[in-house]
């Protein structure tokens, strides 16, 4: 059975229907991208996976054991989350609120949790420094480190490199990749199509059409090709 499951979702808001009748499935291990033009609809797909949105009609179903609350979500950043006055430490044990519950305090294992995930994600020697005082690639890091004390199943990621320099996109990328290879399952929503025919397994192209297969098959399909070759021309 698939870890995620979503059939035939059709989703929306305030009585304006973004896409309809939307099926796809997520393996284990699996590195999937989200991919299509503004508005339609891919950062509700996400929020109606975590349960933060109920979908207009469909369903979201969870496989081999996987909760809702096991997953680890980045979400795209404010300017107001970017000016966050917590330290790092701060920041990334609150990822471990689900497991914490309703204790008013986090034990010994959440604590070496954000510590592991720190570490892991190279910012321990920054843990005692304000979140709001680092750069961008550190504080991307930081919130996958948080997200990363959510979960060993699987991430979702929000544009994770927007706002980023090149050298330090190309570095986040990596990071993911390697995530992903550690066995995490990735769903990231990326504006970058030529990096999500490079690194993921899988491609889901929402809008006035939609794809979902592996990369190989969306890069011979005629919608694939034409948003690659449109993507060129606008560099």
Known sequence: MAELTCNNLTLGYEGSVLVKDLSFTVERGDYLCIVGEN?????TLMRT??????PV???VVYGEGLKPNEIGYLPQQTLVQRDFPDSVREVVLSGCQTKAGLRPFYNRAEKQLARDNMARLGVEDLSRRC???LSGGQQQRVLLARALCATERMLLLD???SGLDPKVTAEMYQLIRRLNREG????MISHDIHAAVRYA???LHIGSEVFFGPVADYCRSPLGR????????TC
């Open 226 to 233: 034409r948003y690659l070759e449109e993507e060129e021309t």
């Open 57 to 59: 009609a469909g369903s």
């Open 131 to 133: 979140y709001r005082e």
């Open 49 to 54: 996976i975590l349960m933060l949105q109920k």
């Open 184 to 187: 995490i399952s990735i769903i």
């Open 201 to 203: 397994s899988h491609v």
């Open 39 to 43: 508005g339609t609809g891919k950062s």
């Open 159 to 161: 544009e994770p490199v």
